[in-house]
């Protein structure tokens, strides 16, 4: 069973930072794509980063790409988001979701609606 459990949200002033981790299992971690995104309420939920840690590449967003930095341990199958100069509108719940890389090479980014999701962290950055 295709397992993702997201951890280290948290309240933080603005300009702070915090590091997001998602612990996975249940599946074979270089063979997907794991990507970071975010949901405010009453907000569509906004892609942050991508990670495939087959070949340890990464893609974040425009707009939070200056900020925010993804990557992967492959020996604790683990990605993490580290996340800096925080600000009160990123206050949102941040999920990881995973999907394998045959369709996130087939469909991009879509992909992940297809994909197995954590059940999120909570960051709220007060002002």
């Known amino acids: 069973e295709v397992q993702l459990v997201e951890s280290g949200g948290g309240l933080v002033q603005a300009g702070g930072s915090l590091r997001l981790s998602c612990a996975t299992s249940?599946?074979?971690?270089?063979?997907?794509?794991i990507g970071w995104f975010r949901q405010a309420p009453g907000k569509e939920r906004q892609g942050l980063s991508v990670?495939?840690?087959?070949?340890?590449?990464?893609f974040s967003f425009a707009s939070v790409k200056a900020r925010f930095t993804a990557s992967s341990d492959n020996a604790k199958n683990t990605i993490y988001l580290q996340m800096n100069s925080l600000k009160p509108e990123d206050t949102a719940v941040y999920y990881c979701?995973?999907?394998?890389?045959?369709?996130?090479?087939?469909?991009?980014?879509?992909?992940?609606?297809?994909?197995?999701w954590g059940r999120g962290t909570q960051v709220t950055v007060s002002s």
């Open positions: 990670v495939t840690p087959k070949d340890g590449s990464t």
């Open positions: 979701a995973a999907v394998h890389l045959l369709t996130y090479q087939a469909r991009g980014n879509y992909a992940f609606n297809l994909g197995s």
């Open positions: 249940g599946f074979t971690f270089g063979d997907y794509a």
